[in-house]
């Protein structure tokens, strides 16, 4: 190890002793499908998560999901069930105040076939469902954060909140004000997604993500007997899916991705949905996005004398490398040094709750959590060493950021 002080070591010794006790967590966790749509599988892991979180002090709670709507294939708005979220807040009076995040939801449905866990090298390799995205996460913020509560002079320093939500992986929409809420005026945020790359590598700079349904109102008439009578709504929606896409370039990404609608043969059709995603590099990039929705919409609508009604938002604003941003990664990157573990990072087009966060003008860093790969497919995997690589360096960082 490198240069650390006392306390810093002691930390350190703490959270990498730990290793055990989290593969043992991440394996009981990752054992409970919680995919974001099974509300019973997510209250089950939430419970679960309240009884691991209760080992640090403060008050541990689970919030009710912001209401949300969708539109289905009808065109109709409904609302959207989601599962409660995890909030434990520890000596919010302390002079500095940090933010920590996770996601107890997967990707994969109680019905996948993805359900087990395995091992791809004994000891050494873990694959199942979630085990890098992102329970073994979870259990690398618990156990850093264990470590430092410890020492009670060490911990007196700092207050924080931790945020485990039950809706990343579909967007955030429950749980997009809480994450504002909580970040607002903090010094920094450590979100515990898998580490971009195998080798540890950091996400840097993200570009962002909006979900959008245009549902389109024309006007049915007879195919054969009166066909210019109609006002066709799948023809509309198929001009708009064009203008968005005509919008692309290097730093705008327009993926126009389903059109819902139609009619028999002989009917002209008086109803389509368009779903599209549109993925920013910049703030400004946004704006144009915004801009672009706008004023295709409007054209559309005009030319082709239908109404069109609009759903959906930018969840994920772009989060640029800011210098704060970049001092804290290379705060990350000096820990990471001095425990032997080499950091980098790169921009990535994905996405996650560290854009909402870094949205609140926080720095945050949001690939904290474990080595691993093939997430979202049934290849993921997590490297068991990494459980404590990790613990050690969320630690190192958590101190020093304190103290910086």
Not at 1 to 6: A, I, P, S, Y
Request: aromatic share 4%; with cysteine; net charge negative.
């Amino acid at each position: 190890m490198g240069e650390m002080n006392k306390r810093e070591r002691a930390a350190v010794e703490r959270a990498q002793s730990g290793q055990a006790e989290m593969l043992a967590s991440v394996e009981r966790w990752a054992a409970i499908n919680s995919g974001s749509r099974n509300l019973d599988g997510l209250a089950a892991m939430g419970s679960e998560l309240a009884d691991a979180f209760s080992a640090l002090p403060g008050d541990v709670r689970m919030v009710d999901p912001a209401p949300v709507t969708a539109v289905d294939e009808q065109g109709r708005e409904y609302e959207l069930p989601h599962g409660r979220h995890l909030h434990l807040s520890v000596r919010p009076d302390a002079p500095v105040q940090l933010i920590f995040t996770g996601h107890m939801d997967t990707v994969f449905p109680v019905d996948h076939p993805f359900q087990q866990l395995h091992w791809i090298d004994q000891d050494k390799v873990l694959g199942g469902p979630g085990v890098a995205d992102m329970k073994g996460g979870i259990a690398v913020m618990l156990a850093a954060l264990r470590a430092i509560e410890a020492d009670p002079d060490c911990a007196a320093n700092f207050g924080y909140d931790v945020l485990i939500n039950s809706d990343e992986e579909v967007g955030s929409l429950s749980s997009a004000a809480l994450i504002a809420s909580l970040a607002s005026g903090k010094k920094a945020g450590l979100t515990y997604e898998p580490s971009a790359l195998p080798d540890g590598t950091l996400a840097g700079a993200r570009g962002g993500s909006g979900n959008f349904s245009f549902t389109i109102h024309g006007k049915s008439a007879h195919a054969g007997r009166n066909p210019r009578d109609g006002r066709n709504a799948l023809v509309a929606a198929a001009d708009l899916a064009l203008r968005l896409k005509a919008g692309m370039d290097d730093t705008l990404s327009v993926n126009p991705a389903k059109i819902d609608g139609g009619s028999p043969n002989n009917v002209v059709p008086d109803l389509a949905i368009l779903r599209v995603n549109l993925r920013p590099v910049s703030t400004e990039d946004q704006a144009r996005a915004e801009r672009l929705l706008e004023e295709s919409a409007a054209a559309v609508a005009r030319e082709h004398e239908v109404r069109i009604e609009r759903h959906g938002g930018f969840a994920r604003p772009p989060k640029p490398m800011t210098p704060p941003m970049e001092k804290l990664f290379h705060l990350v990157q000096e820990a990471g040094r001095d425990l032997g573990q080499e950091i980098g990072w790169r921009a990535t087009g994905g996405v996650c709750d560290g854009n909402n966060i870094a949205a609140k003008n926080v720095p945050v860093v949001d690939t904290m959590g474990v080595r691993g790969g093939s997430i979202h497919s049934p290849d993921e995997f997590m490297i068991v060493d990494s459980l404590a690589e990790r613990a050690a360096l969320s630690a190192l960082t958590i101190l020093r950021i304190v103290h910086s």
